[in-house]
């Protein structure tokens, strides 16, 4: 069976992207968001203006569409699950949801069907002889809620443990070792209604302070590298037996080996370069999925790209009309702005992408574009 009426729980700019794409797919989206001036709330066929976590009007958004997708993980777990038992259809489902969204659990689900991953524990369960001793650096997770750099600390002293102490309980926390990467990678893959799954290419992602700053598109790896990834990615939606899109996030350690860092069951930032460089973009990927429909076609167009996220850099109500002016000068660019109407720093104001159609020193002409758009975008007026 395939759906039209589609429903998002969330309202930001991955909402808004798939609600962009929903019309040329002749979808419908009906979004639940808590603020009228959310990026999707003025795309979105309906909008049902309730908190993320409020089940009552969830209830509401299913009597509205065909199926219930999300766009971040801020949801009521629970309180799901009865609207499950009702008939309320939900992709992915809800089970794959549950071995996902608390950070521990599911590190503790990727040990469990084999996948590698840095080591990992609950930090509650060291003594205070341990925690005494701990070996720094290190870096510890909120289990819930972690986005965009908030609640990841790498932590390198026992001052700086202390003061994350005074702010977040010990018990919400997991501590990881920390891994001298080589390299920081992501893959998107997607599952349909029939099993039928598609893995985009490998991207190697740039994070400062723990958010991402830029994506390069491909990732330059040996072909040995590149097949271990998309049987990681290709495993573990079939295991899952998602409907729609997962994001993976993976370390290159200095021996060459893949660890499972994150895993993201929707869109996610290291694909938004599949709007402009790909035949089919994630956004549309996923509507695709959750609606029934055939999966599109994960193909690069292009040699390769690079996306670079715009974020805040200070607190201020501008638009930054100048600064995009400049950025759309780049040549072969993509700038999507999401129209926020408050710019703080760190927060994702938009996004570029520039296409790159020739192999030829491809790293070098990658850096200089990330160069240059980061001089743009964070100099002075």
């Known amino acids: 069976m395939n759906f039209r009426r589609i429903g998002v729980i969330g309202g930001g700019q991955l909402a808004g992207m798939m609600a962009q794409e929903a019309k040329g797919l002749g979808l419908e989206l009906i979004v639940q968001t808590p603020n009228s001036e959310d990026v999707a709330a003025s795309l979105a066929s309906q909008v049902i203006l309730a908190e993320i976590n409020d089940v009552s009007a969830t209830a509401k958004l299913s009597q509205c569409c065909d199926v219930i997708t999300f766009e971040n993980e801020f949801i009521d777990l629970d309180g799901l699950q009865a609207l499950a038992r009702q008939g309320v259809c939900f992709r992915p489902a809800l089970s794959a949801l549950s071995l996902l969204l608390d950070k521990y659990?599911?590190?503790?689900?990727?040990?469990?069907?084999?996948?590698?991953?840095?080591?990992?524990?609950?930090?509650?369960?060291?003594?205070?002889?341990?925690?005494?001793?701990?070996?720094?650096?290190?870096v510890l997770k909120a289990r819930r809620h972690g986005y965009d750099g908030y609640g990841t600390f790498i932590v390198k002293s026992q001052?700086?443990?202390?003061?994350?102490?005074?702010?977040?309980?010990?018990?919400?926390?997991?501590?990881?070792?920390?891994?001298?990467?080589?390299?920081?990678?992501?893959?998107?893959?997607?599952?349909?209604?029939?099993?039928?799954?598609?893995?985009?290419?490998?991207?190697?992602?740039?994070?400062?302070?723990?958010?991402?700053?830029?994506?390069?598109?491909?990732?330059?790896?040996?072909?040995?590298?590149?097949?271990?990834?998309?049987?990681?990615?290709?495993?573990?939606?079939?295991?899952?037996?998602?409907?729609?899109?997962?994001?993976?996030?993976?370390?290159?350690?200095?021996?060459?080996?893949?660890?499972?860092?994150?895993?993201?069951?929707?869109?996610?930032?290291?694909?938004?370069?599949?709007?402009?460089?790909?035949?089919?973009?994630?956004?549309?990927?996923?509507?695709?999925?959750?609606?029934?429909?055939?999966?599109?076609?994960?193909?690069?167009?292009?040699?390769?790209?690079v996306m670079v996220n715009l974020l805040g850099f200070e607190s201020s109500d501008s638009d930054y009309s100048a600064k995009r002016q400049q950025l759309n000068q780049i040549p072969h660019s993509f700038l999507h702005w999401y129209d926020k109407t408050e710019s703080r720093p760190g927060r994702k104001l938009g996004h570029i992408t520039v296409l790159i159609d020739n192999n030829e020193h491809f790293q070098t002409k990658a850096q200089t574009i990330v160069q240059l758009i980061e001089e743009i975008w964070y100099s002075a007026y």
């Open 105 to 138: 659990d599911q590190r503790g689900y990727l040990e469990k069907i084999g996948l590698p991953t840095p080591a990992f524990r609950l930090l509650e369960s060291f003594s205070a002889e341990e925690l005494e001793k701990i070996a720094y650096p290190f």
């Open 159 to 305: 001052e700086q443990l202390k003061e994350i102490f005074q702010k977040i309980p010990i018990e919400s926390l997991m501590w990881e070792e920390f891994v001298n990467f080589k390299q920081e990678l992501a893959m998107m893959v997607a599952r349909s209604v029939t099993g039928k799954t598609v893995v985009y290419p490998v991207v190697e992602t740039h994070q400062k302070n723990q958010v991402c700053h830029w994506v390069m598109i491909p990732a330059n790896l040996s072909a040995d590298l590149w097949q271990e990834i998309e049987n990681i990615a290709i495993y573990l939606v079939n295991k899952l037996e998602i409907i729609g899109i997962l994001g993976i996030e993976l370390f290159l350690t200095q021996d060459n080996r893949i660890l499972v860092n994150e895993i993201a069951p929707r869109t996610h930032n290291s694909g938004h370069y599949t709007l402009d460089a790909c035949k089919t973009s994630q956004f549309a990927m996923q509507l695709q999925a959750v609606a029934g429909l055939d999966l599109g076609s994960p193909q690069l167009t292009v040699k390769g790209a």
